[in-house]
């Protein structure tokens, strides 16, 4: 992995060059592990004139949560607590001789932005932008491979809990034996705070689990990932508690699976954003539901589990092949319930197949 991590870096370093840009300091986490494999509390990475260091508040700890860093990489551990590790880079840039150094401004806070200005007043400090976001974008084999494996793990989780005895249990004690078996199945950890949501709270985009206890006839709602080596997915699906669903239930069920499927069916190269998020909103719409997908249809994940491209009405990218994006139509009823139904997928050409389905979890309506 090292010769991938040192390609990135390549790349990155050949747009900034062109860019009159000597040196780069990147300092938002996922990028940091975009670059070096691993991201230690506190680290930037500082691509410099001679060198590539990564300095980090204090030595790694060696948790599998950091990744673990490219092995040509020069690490540099601050001595002593307080040590801001993007004031030494900008410092250690300036004794290299570099003229520019290129920062992260969307994610220094201005206090920080100052610092490096301070340290290294001879530096000119220019914007590099959302570059690294954008060269995430597209993943390589080995990041899909991670995807995918991250999908296996929540499929594995979510069906485990299924053969349990649901009924009087709490959304709360649900959320968390999910977590401990994505863990158990081998994931580094959620890749977001689970979310179990019952009765009326089914459906309920980013619900946070309640004390409230599972009962007969209620719909459940289940969004839950694992973060396998730092990658993210998302699976989300509802089931029916009881013998058989009422017939509301099953009526609106269809009404957001089909939605989902439509913007399942939307995710080819070439399509604009929007249009995925039209094509499941439409659905909801013309039912009378448009109101109840809230934002967005769906949204990039990979080193975090919400990153670009933002499948919204107002987004105006194109999407790529090789892209993994989620699909997450919802409608939800107050005082009723609701249905949230939720893929990870990567997009592929038609002549590949068309999109790559990662979470493979049932979408049929079941009572459980």
Known sequence: MAEVHAARRSRLRDRCAAAGRAAVLVSRPANVRYLAGGAPYGAVLLLGPAEDVLLSAGPPSGDPAEGRLAEDLRVL??????????????????????????????????????????????????????????????????????LRI????????????????????????????????????????????????????????????????????????????????GYRCELGRTFVIGTSPAAWQIELYDLVFAAQRAGREALVPGAVYCD?????????????????????????????????????????????????????PGVHLPGRGGVRINDTLVVRPEADGGPELLTITTKELLAL
């Open 77 to 146: 551990a601050l001595p002593g607590p307080g040590a801001d590790s993007a004031v030494a880079a900008a410092g250690l840039a300036a004794e290299a001789g570099a003229e520019t150094l290129a920062v992260e401004e969307h994610h220094l806070t201005v206090a920080r932005h100052r610092a490096l200005g301070a340290a290294a007043p001879q530096l000119r400090l220019a914007d590099l932008g959302c570059a690294v976001e954008q060269q995430r974008l597209i993943k390589d084999d080995e990041e899909i491979a991670c």
């Open 150 to 229: 991250a999908a296996e793990i929540s499929d594995q989780a979510l069906g485990e809990l299924l053969e349990s005895i649901l009924v009087g249990r709490t959304e709360r004690h649900l959320a968390l034996e999910l977590e401990r078996r994505l863990v158990d199945h081998g994931a580094d950890g959620p890749a977001f705070p689970t979310s179990v949501a019952t009765g009326p709270n089914a459906g309920a985009a980013g619900h946070l689990p309640t004390d409230r206890r599972v009962e007969e006839g209620d719909f459940l709602s289940v969004c839950l990932g694992a973060n396998y080596r």
């Open 276 to 328: 995925v998020d039209r094509a499941a909103r439409q659905v909801l719409d013309a039912a009378g539901h448009g109101e109840g997908l809230e934002g967005a249809t769906g949204h990039g994940v990979g080193l975090e589990i919400d990153e670009e491209p933002q499948l919204s009405p107002t987004a105006m990218g194109k999407l790529d092949a090789c892209v993994p994006v989620t699909v997450e």
